[in-house]
C-alpha cells in the first residue's frame, strides 16, 4: 500500500529544467515544488510516498520514462500524457513529449489544472 498522502500534495519538478507549466499547476494547487533529478528518481519517489505529484512537460525519451512508468503503475499510481492520454511506448520515434505519475485521487485534479493552461 501507499503511504499517506500530505496535503498540499508535494510536486516533484525537473531540477534544471523546471517549466512554465509546473510553476502554474503547482501554484494552483497551493502544491510545493521539489527539483530532482532523473524521472526514475521521481517516479520512485512518489512509490515511496515522499511526494504526490510528479508533473514533466519538457520532453523526454521512452527509454528516461518506461521502466519508471511501470513501477508507479504497479504501485497502484496513475501515469499519463498531461493531457490524460495513455503513454504509448516502441514507436519509431523516441520522443515522450510530457508525463504525468500522481496518486490517482490526484490524477483528475492536476489534469483539470494542465488543461486550464495555455502553455
Not at 519538457?58 to 508507479?72: I, L, R
Not at 504501485?75 to 503513454?87: T, V
Not at 516502441?90 to 515522450?96: C, I, L, R, V
Request: charged content about 15%; hydrophobic content about 45%.
Amino acid at each position: 500500500p501507499l503511504p499517506p498522502a500530505a496535503a498540499p500534495p508535494r510536486m516533484l519538478v525537473s531540477r534544471t529544467r523546471p517549466s512554465q507549466l509546473c510553476a502554474a499547476v503547482s501554484q494552483a494547487l497551493d502544491a510545493p515544488t521539489l527539483g530532482m533529478g532523473s524521472a526514475g528518481a521521481k517516479a520512485m519517489a512518489v512509490v515511496l510516498g515522499e511526494a504526490e505529484i510528479y508533473l514533466h512537460s519538457g520532453g523526454q525519451h521512452q527509454w528516461d520514462n518506461c521502466a519508471p512508468v511501470a513501477v508507479a503503475l504497479a504501485a497502484g499510481l496513475h501515469a499519463s500524457r498531461i493531457d490524460g492520454s495513455p503513454l504509448v511506448y516502441n514507436q519509431a520515434g523516441s520522443s515522450m513529449p510530457d508525463l504525468l505519475i500522481c496518486r490517482r485521487e490526484l490524477a483528475d485534479t492536476v489534469l483539470d489544472q494542465v488543461a486550464k493552461c495555455d502553455f
